[in-house]
Every structure is written in C-alpha cells, then in structure tokens.
C-alpha cells in the first residue's frame, strides 16, 4: 500500500532466515515455526496470514525474543536487524561479541557468542553496514532493542493495557525508557503521541483508566505506546481483530499514515484475507508453521498459486458468484511434531496426489519468469512436468539436508 | 458541586495543591479537625516519637551524649495528654466519706471505665476522621474521578463480616498500642517490680491511710479458686483496687497482663507475617516470572518447610536459642518472629503463587516486555498489584494462627520469657480454676484469642470479597462488566 519498491534500498531492514522455533513439552516436541525465512524493508508492510496455530504469533514473539520456556529458537536460525546506528551504538557496547568482516585479514572468525556483525565500513572507518543477530543476542542486549528498534501492537487493546494505571502512566513509563523523558516532558510528549494516533482531548484522555476508553481508542492508545519508543519495526499481531469493521478501518489507516511519515517496516499479522488486501505490499502465507506461499498482494490476489491460498480465497463470502453454499477448507491445522517429510497440507488439499505424502515441498518460483512468487507445492514450477518437479523439489531437499 | 467537576476536568493537569486552592473549604476544616485530634494526644504523641528516636540513637550511637533526648523524653511527659492515667486517675482509696484521688472524686471502677471508653472512642473517631479525609479528598480533590481501589473499597465497606473483623482487629490493635493507658494499673507497678511501688489505702480498722507494698497486696488479692481468695470481674480488692476482669492467681491485674500481653502478640503476629510476606512476595514473583528451575527450587524448599511440624521445631528452636543474645530481645519475642517468618512463607508463597502466574500470563506484561521495561519494573509495577490483595487476605489469616501458636507456645511455659505478659500463659494459669469461681483467668484470655483471631479471618474474608470482582455484592451487575477485566 506504500513505499515504491524501486526506491528501496537494497538492503532489508529485518531479515529472517530458517527460523525455527520449538516446544519441548515433557509429551510432543511442536515445530511451532519451522523454518521460515521473509524480510521487511523500511517503509514496506509484509503481511503473515494463516489460520490459528499456524505459527503466526510465534513468528513474531521470536523475533522479539519473547519466546518462553518451554520454547526454544532453534540454533541455525537467523533474524538479522540491520539499522546502521544500532550496530554503531551496540558493535561499542558489545564490543567482544562483534566480528568485523570489513577487513579481510581477521574476517570470518566468528564464535559461538558474536551477535553483531559489522560487514562494510566507509571511507572514515565507520560502520556503513551490519547487522546484529536478535536469534542469537542475550537478553539484555534483545531488551535494548524491544520497543527503540522493534516495537510490538498486541491483539486484544484491553488487556494489553494494564488496568490499574491510567493510559498516561503507561505511555509515559515507555517514554521514560526509551526517551529519557520525565515530569511534565513526559506528559507533553505523551499528549503529543495521543493526538498522533488521533486521540482529541488528549490532555485529559491521559488521565483516564482503560476501561473508560473505547475498543478503537484502546488500540489507538496501544499504537501511541509502541510510537512512543520511536521504533523502527512495527510488528503488529493482529491489531484489528478484536475491533468492528469500521473501527478497523480507521485503525488500518491510522498504521498506513504512520508509516508514512515515520518510514516505519511493519510486519502484519492476520488471518483476514480482507485486512491483508488493504494493507500490505508482500504478502506471506502460513501453514502448519512453513511459509507455503509469498508473493507481492497484488499478484497473490491475482493468481493465488498454493492449493492452500487458493482455499482461503474462496472461503471468503461474496468472492464466489453463483454457488449457494460457501466452499471451506476441511479439517483444521495439525500441530507440527515431526520433521516434515510430506507436504502438511496434503490432508485437507483437493488437489493432492501420491507424491505429496512422500516428498516434503520447497519454496519454489512459479515459473521461470516469474522471481518474487514462489509457493511450496509439487505442482510448481509451473513449466515443468509434474515428475520434473518433484525432482527439483527432492534434490533441493536434499541439497538442504546436507549443509 | 458534581457539575463543578466536569467543567473542570477540561484542564486537568492541576496539582493537587491547584484543586485545593480552588475550594479550600473542606479541606481546611478537615486538616483542622485533625490537627485538634491530635493536640488532644499531643503529650503521648511526642514521648513516643522521641523514645523512638532515643532508640534508633542509641543504637548507633551507643550510650553517650544521651542526656538531651533523655531529657527530652522525661520533659515530654509534662506535655499533658488526654487519655492518661494522670490525667484520668484510678487509683485512690474510700476514706469513709468519699473517693480520694481518683478522678473527679469519682469511683476507680467509674474512673478507669471513663477512661478505656475515652481511648476507645478517640481511636475509632480518629480512624473515622482520617476515612472521612480519604471520603473528601476522593469525592473532591482527586483528579480521577474513579480507580479500581474505589471499587474494591465500596465493596468491602458493604461487607458486614469483613467490618465487623476489621472493628475487632482495631479493637485489638487500640488494645495494644494504649497498653500503658487503659488496664487499671501499670505494667512495671503491678508486674515487673510490684515490691518497689507502694500505694495507698484506708485501714478500717484504725481508720487512717496506710501504705503497702503493691506485691503485698497482690497477694491478698490473689484468685486461687476458693470464694475466700477470688478477685472476680468487675470486682475491687480489699485495697480499693478496682479489677474490671479480676485477678490472676498471683494477684497481678489481668486487664493490665492482657493488654500488655496484647502488644507481644502483636509484635510477633504483625513482624513476623510482614517477614514471610516479604520473602514470599519476592519469590512469588521470580518464580512466577521465570519459572522454570526457580520454581522447582522454590517448590521443593517450600515443601520440605512446610512437612516441618511447627510447635516441635519451635520448641527446638526455643531450645537451642536459649542463652543467646537473639533470645534476649523483647523476652524472646523476636526470636519467635523469626522462627515464624521461616516456617508461614511457604504457605503465603503458595497463596499468591496462582494469582503470580495468571497475572505473568496478562498481555500487559508481554507489552513491557515488548517496549523493553526491565524484569523487576516489570514485577513491581506490573504484576505486584495483583497480589497485595491475596497477601493481605492470607496474611490476616495467618496472624490468626500465629497468635495461637505463641499462645500454646506460652501456656507450654516457652516462647516468651516471664514476666513478660503472653495471653497463653494467662490461659495456662488459671487452668487448675477452671471449674471454679475463678474462671475468669483461663476463660477471658481465652475467649479473647477466639475472638481476635476470627475477627482476623472475618477480615481476611473482607478483603477477599472485596478484590474480587466476580464476589457477590450489592452493587449490581454493570460494575462487574466494567471491572471483569482487572484480574485482580
């Protein structure tokens, strides 16, 4: 919905590689996210759209370092923040865990603690690029970045605001964390944040108790709690579900104008196909914890490629012309347990053959024209025959398995 | 003055001292009331703190360069003081015309009853004034016009079990802390060295005033069970002392033992469930928020503390303390707390535990996680809140039982040392009179230990209605909806 690709940088913002988060409970180990890789550019909204329990929210609590016991992220994962100031700031404080791979003679020895990585510097010697890795940062470095950098918008408005404090106190014990700011500072900077996110009256509004707050206003003052942290990465877990849709509406541009004229990268989180039309650039859609199709919004909507995705469009109301019932996707999402070695969604897809209970799918391109749509099923590459397919998908499978 | 407050709460951002100024009228004649209250008190009011001061100075200081608090201490008790024997004497003799130095000229038993009910009713219309203040400054000067205390507050002030706890404790509470004021006598006169103080009583027989010793007539004013040797309740001796609840079998007054007595029970009861409630506060919620090995470590010592039988390891305790310096403090009184503290915080530990974990569960703690607030702000702010309220109810509760086990600690002639009064050693001797015409010895403290203690658990009842929203009250269902939300 905003930001030109041709004018972004080259460089994402956030980039998430094979991660894998999972819960070792005493009966079943779950791959809640296994091995989802997207990346988020300034200024871009990646939308991450599923049913319940596809990993969603995982996804987005293991990018803030807010997995807990007794989930883990698993080692080979990566998410790479790359904000220049921050490596700057964070290569002085961490300085033993920075490898510097700008000069070539100590380059590449990195070990098992290094969480920043410096890549380039320019001509003065200043950091010009890195990145710092939040899978494998401790957590009090990951706590610098919760909120400044990466800020989070939570589902429920209400109970995201803790009820006992005015909404004031709480915009201000962000400010105060990240800003420095306090007393009447703090109080006008949090009026300020209130009226950003369209809050009129915000003066007295700052003295009132959640409860005396709207569902719209609750969310509004929720955003004005991530702003006031003046973060880079907004990652909003499904801020409008619990709203009505006119109250959604005003929310969804409320985030859109935000990001405007705050560049902000925003990952957004749903499960309606609806919201994810109007608000993002890519989108990425989850099952059973795997990405099984990413395409830019417009040419998903246009040719939906996985079986899957395909299912969820038709089971929105109104999309279907003629047919009196609505089409659903049986069955329900199944909880990741084992390594994948078939295709998690063959169960409930309509279009699944004898192989996809044998061959577990890669990410592939549609076709050979196409680069930034690719969708993880048997039937794709498109222009190549079925068989030459499952090949392809089998070798790159392989090809994984070893490294 | 409703409509007042709307128009007002435009711009909000007053001070406090602003909306004072604007309508300083009940504010004003409130602080006046209070200051006139406490002027009443002013003599005890200053004594107190400077022994106080006397106390912490000399534990840094050592003994020297005492003499001006000294003094100041001795000075202060010139300060006139309402509710003082010296001001509202008991203690006279019958000439054979009339009352001669009790107050007024009145009887002892009138005398000291005006002056319990004077410090009775002092103390609840000081605790009544300072609700009044909180009334004024929630209804006026508050900037919110509602918090979720309010209701809680509203809710437990319709509770009649929890009010008429909460009378009972600060019955006992004012029972303690005016210890010196209302028994009929002193604690070191008639107790601690009743062989140096004499009185002063009308001899029939030659009609004149003679004086004796007050060990001297302790024990002709002994109650030992026999109609002959029974100082009963509301009863004077044959030296014109007025006993409101008799004697006790050495002759000392048992009004004047159970309220000094009241004190070491709620020293004990209050130090040590504000030890355990800290400790377990603390480790209610580390554990709560980290789970894990913390946890499990918690859970087992807590166990294990907890399989302990208490009176056999007081016992123990007591035992081996016996000739050590911590055994000295307060008559052994502050080595119970700590026997006390360490043996009740896995109980209140447990007792917040539950509400600890569902409070960590809140998304409000996974947003300040989120904007990066650290651990303990986390805890503190955001998490303590919710278990103030469980500790209180389980605190009050466990006062209760903690007042019990010093009391059977005592009546088993442990614990507290003599002649430091203790209400179990009371209950311990008048058991062989139980059946008798003293009664009165093991039945008062008795009933009074009873009573305290469900007055505590009425309390602790009180307030946990009152924190809960769900709680059935009379305040309809739409504030249930708008208060379902707060967990707490």
Redesign the interface.
């Known amino acids: 919905m905003s930001g030109d690709p041709e004018l972004r940088s080259e460089t994402p913002l956030l980039e998430v590689e094979n991660l894998r988060t999972t819960f070792y409970t005493d009966k079943e180990t779950v791959r809640a996210v296994d091995g989802v890789s997207f990346s988020i550019h300034r200024g871009e909204t990646v939308g991450i759209v599923g049913e319940s329990g596809s990993g969603k929210s995982v996804t987005a609590r293991s990018i ?1 370092g ?1 997995v ?2 007794p989930g883990v992220v698993e080692e080979h994962s990566s998410i790479r923040f790359r904000d220049t100031a921050r490596v700057r700031t964070f290569a002085d404080q961490f300085d033993q865990h920075t490898i510097d791979m700008s000069d070539d003679d100590s380059a590449g020895a990195r070990d098992e603690t290094s969480f920043v990585v410096v890549e380039d510097r320019n001509e003065v010697g200043e950091i010009s690029q890195g990145y710092i890795d939040i899978a494998q940062a401790p957590e009090n470095a990951v ?6 950098d990466i ?2 918008v ?3 408005p ?9 909404v004031g106190n709480q915009i201000k ?2 400010l105060r ?2 800003q420095g700011l306090r007393g009447n500072d703090a ?1 006008e900077e949090a009026a300020n944040l209130l009226e950003a996110v369209g809050i009129p ?1 915000a ?2 509004r700052l ?3 959640p ?2 707050f709207s569902g719209g206003m609750r969310q509004r003052a ?1 955003i004005a ?2 702003l ?2 003046d973060p880079e990465v907004i990652i909003a877990d499904e801020p409008t579900t619990a709203l009505d849709v006119t109250i959604q509406a005003q929310i969804l541009d409320l985030l859109d104008d935000l990001q405007r004229t705050r560049d902000l990268a925003v990952m957004f989180i749903t499960h309606d196909m609806g919201v994810i039309a109007e608000v993002s650039d890519r989108v990425n859609v989850m099952y059973a914890g795997e990405i099984v199709e990413s395409a830019p919004v417009v040419e998903l909507f246009k040719r939906p490629a996985h079986p899957y995705t395909q299912g969820l469009l038709n089971s929105i109301p109104g999309w279907q012309d003629d047919t009196e019932r609505l089409s659903t996707i049986e069955g329900e999402v199944p909880t990741p347990t084992d390594p994948p070695t078939e295709c998690r969604f063959a169960p409930r897809c309509p279009k699944a053959f004898e192989e996809c209970w044998k061959v577990h799918p890669q990410a592939v391109t549609l076709d050979k024209g196409t680069t930034d749509h690719r969708a993880a099923c048997l039937l794709y590459p498109d222009d190549l025959s079925t068989e030459q397919a499952i090949d392809q998908h089998t070798q790159s499978h392989n090809t994984e398995g070893d490294s | 003055m409703l409509e007042q407050r709307h128009t007002a ?5 007053r001070t406090l001292w602003q909306r004072i100024r604007n309508e300083p009228r009940p504010a004003v004649l409130w602080l006046a009331g209070l200051v006139g209250l406490l002027l009443l008190e002013a003599g005890a009011i200053i004594h107190f703190s400077l022994q106080i001061l006397s106390a912490v100075v000399t534990a840094g200081l050592g003994d020297g360069q005492l003499s001006i608090i000294a003094n100041a201490v001795t000075a202060s008790d010139q300060i006139p003081t309402l509710l003082s024997r010296e001001t509202i004497p008991n203690q006279g003799y019958w000439n054979g015309q009339r009352w001669v130095g009790t107050f007024l000229g009145l009887s002892p038993a009138v005398s000291w009853a005006t002056r319990a009910t004077l410090i009775y009713l002092y103390s609840f219309g000081l605790l009544w004034w300072l609700w009044r203040g909180y009334r004024i400054y929630r209804d006026r000067y508050r ?2 016009d ?4 309010d209701d809680q507050i509203d809710r437990f002030a319709n509770h009649t079990w929890g009010k008429f706890g909460l009378f009972v404790v600060i019955s006992f509470l004012i029972m303690a802390l005016f210890a010196p004021a209302l028994g009929p006598t002193t604690f070191v006169q008639n107790i601690q060295d009743p062989y140096e103080h004499q009185i002063q009583y009308f001899n029939d027989e030659t009609s004149t005033v003679e004086s004796v010793s007050v060990g001297q007539a302790n024990l002709d004013a002994s109650s030992r069970g026999n109609p002959d040797q029974n100082v009963g309740i509301m009863s004077y001796d044959r030296y014109d002392r007025f006993h409101p609840v008799g004697t006790m079998p050495l002759g000392v007054d048992l009004l004047t033992f159970l309220a000094y007595g009241a004190r070491v029970s709620l020293f004990i009861g209050l130090s040590s469930i504000a030890l355990a409630g800290f400790i377990a506060t603390a480790l209610g919620l580390i554990t709560a928020y980290y ?2 090995a913390a946890d499990l470590i918690t859970v087992v010592t807590s166990d294990s503390v907890q399989a302990l039988p208490v009176i056999m390891l007081a016992i123990l305790f007591v035992v081996v303390f016996q000739d050590t310096a911590i055994a000295e403090f307060y008559s052994g009184a502050v080595l119970l707390v700590i026997l006390f503290a360490l043996v009740y915080w896995p109980y209140l530990w447990r007792s917040i535990r539950g509400p600890a974990l569902q409070v960590v569960e ?3 703690v ?9 651990p303990r702000a986390i805890m503190q ?2 998490m303590l ?1 919710y278990i103030v309220g469980y500790l209180l109810v389980y605190g009050s509760m466990s006062i209760g039982s903690i007042i019990i086990s010093v009391a059977g600690l005592s009546y088993l002639g442990i614990g507290i040392s003599a002649p430091m009064p203790e209400w179990g050693r009371a209950v311990s001797a008048g058991q062989p009179y139980v059946a008798s015409v003293s009664w009165h010895i093991t039945f008062i403290p008795g009933f009074l230990i009873t009573l305290v203690v469900t007055g505590l658990n009425a309390f602790g009842d009180g307030i946990r209605d009152a924190i809960d929203p769900q709680s059935e009250t009379s305040s309809g269902t739409e504030e249930e909806v ?2 379902g ?4």
Do not use: I
């Not at chain 1, 706590?143 to 400044?148: A, E, I, K, S, Y």
């Not at chain 2, 709460?9 to 951002?13: F, K, N, R, T």
């Not at chain 2, 509602?146 to 205390?149: G, K, L």
């Open positions: 803030m807010l807990e016991s706590r610098q970045l919760r909120g400044g800020a989070m939570f589902q429920d209400l109970s995201s605001l803790n009820p006992v404090y005015t014990e962000a964390l990240h109080t009256d003066k007295r003295t009132e108790y409860h005396e929720v709690m991530a006031a942290c | 709460s435009g711009e909000d951002s900037q919110a509602w918090t979720p205390r789970k894990g809140k998304d409000w996974d947003a300040a996680e989120s904007f990066g607030q650290a702010k955001h809140p708008t208060t939300g707060t967990g707490a």
